[in-house]
């Protein structure tokens, strides 16, 4: 996988040593669909590069749990934990089919200190998170559950799927989780959005079809 163009921006700048090291210290995991990649308060004992596939990171708390980010191709998951007493401060579950590649989180740190670019790789992405996190936060706190809702299709559209067509794979929980309201709110919200012909919705193919109109839902709800 370390030849992969995906992880090149990672591992391409690592020299020869280096890459061994990592080769020697990771191993390729698959997923089912559910199934727990890592566990929230658990020692972070790996960072896990997204091979394929789709996760969920989430906060949980009693018996909710709020979507905090989608993991894709291409993305990590467990940077934030390196050093955070060493756990993990979310808990992360495949969507459907997905493979990962668990690299020892002392490798990845070792790599931090003794690489400029490796180490200039992860305050970028780290940084990206928080601006991420900081846009959720707003939409969360400060929006209608209508403006909600839009902006997570929004979010599926232009930041996951890159396209205004296409399979969710998530279930109406998921959408709820990741928008902060109950389960029969998001359904309801999404329905009326589809019957005011702004998406279409069959089955979990979703499809938008006035992206204006729904940039204006996630503005003034």
């Known amino acids: 996988m370390l030849e992969d163009n995906l992880f090149t921006k990672w591992f391409g700048q690592l ?15 698959n997923y089912n669909k559910a199934e727990m990649i890592c566990k ?18 989430y906060k949980e708390y009693k018996e909710n749990n709020l979507i905090m980010r989608f ?10 934990s390196l050093y955070n007493r060493g756990t993990y401060l979310y808990s992360v579950a495949s ?10 989180a002392d490798v990845i740190k ?14 970028t992405t780290l940084n990206q998170m928080t601006i991420d996190e900081h846009e959720r936060a ?36 998921d959408v709820a989780d990741f928008c902060a309201m109950s389960t029969e709110s998001a359904i309801r919200i999404l ?11 069959d089955g979990k193919d979703l499809k ?14």
């Open 191 to 201: 329905k009326e959005l589809h019957n005011d012909k702004i998406i279409n919705i």
């Open 138 to 173: 707003i939409s969360l706190t400060q929006k209608q559950l209508n403006g909600r809702i839009a902006d997570a299709v929004l979010h599926f559209a232009n930041k996951i799927h890159h396209s205004d067509e296409f399979n969710m794979q998530l279930t109406r929980r």
């Open 40 to 57: 929230q308060g658990a020692f972070a004992s790996n960072v896990y590069f997204v091979e394929n596939g789709m996760m969920k990171a």
């Open 71 to 80: 993991v894709k191709k291409g993305e990590i998951i467990g940077l934030s």
């Open 95 to 104: 969507v459907g089919l997905s493979s990962v590649m668990a690299v020892t």
């Open 208 to 221: 938008i079809i006035s992206k204006q109109l729904l940039e204006n839902v996630s503005e003034f709800g």
């Open 110 to 123: 070792q790599l931090i200190r003794e690489n400029p670019d490796f180490a200039e790789m992860v305050i």
């Open 15 to 29: 020299t020869d040593e280096q890459v061994d090291m990592v080769k020697n210290n990771s191993v390729v995991l």
